[in-house]
Structure formats: C-alpha cells, structure tokens
C-alpha cells in the first residue's frame, strides 16, 4: 500500500518559482511511473507531468512544457515537480499519483494535494 504526501506548495507571485514534492511511504517508487495532476475550481482536472520509475522517459502537459520539470529521488522515495515562470492560470492544487504507467487510468495511489496560488 503507498501512501503519498505532497508539500510546498503555497502563493507565490505570477514569475516565480515552486518545487513541490510528493513523499511516499508504505513502499518503494521505484517500480512505479509518477505523476502529478492538477485541480482549479471550474477547471477539469489536468494532468501536468509524469516520469517513469527508473526516471528516465518524462511526458509534459503542454501548458507546463519549457516551464515545469519533474523529476524523481528513488533512494528518498520522492518525486519533484519544479515549476518555474508560474502563471495565474497555474493556480490549483496539485497532487502526485503512482501507477503503472504514464495514464490516468494508470495511476493507482493518489495524494491529497497541495494548493499552489499564482497572484500579485
């Protein structure tokens, strides 16, 4: 069972840069693909980015491609997601899910989130 729990998110000023991170425990990452989602109200969920368990193939969402880069720390059992240039638009919660492969209906194990606020 894998329990995910993400931090660092927060309000930041349109520009700025975030890194959240996602902390696993009750199993090791390091068979499963990683990603992160986001959820604005109004908004249908979107799917940001996603890197596979041994890191080496990454997929971006379009909106946060140039901008954000995920990445992965198997010896920590955590994964990243650095986010730079941040935009109002990018206000949501963001969570980190495990799964088999880089697909919603791949992810099996969710986090509750961490709001990430864009504004001056």
């Known amino acids: 069972q894998v329990q995910l729990v993400e931090s660092g998110g927060g309000l930041v000023q349109p520009g700025g840069s975030l890194r959240l991170s996602c902390a696993a425990s009750?199993?090791?990452?390091?068979?499963?693909?990683m990603s992160w989602f986001r959820q604005a109200p109004g908004k249908r969920q979107e799917g940001v980015a996603c890197i596979s368990s041994n890191g080496g193939d990454t997929v971006y969402a379009d909106s946060g491609k140039g901008r954000f880069t995920i990445s992965r720390d198997n010896a920590k059992n955590t994964v990243y997601l650095q986010m730079n240039s941040l935009k109002p638009e990018d206000t949501a919660v963001y969570l980190c899910?495990?799964?088999?492969?880089?697909?919603?209906?791949?992810?099996?194990?969710w986090g509750k989130g961490t709001p990430v606020t864009v504004s001056s």
């Open positions: 009750g199993a090791t990452l390091d068979s499963y693909a």
């Open positions: 899910a495990a799964g088999s492969w880089c697909a919603l209906e791949g992810m099996n194990y």
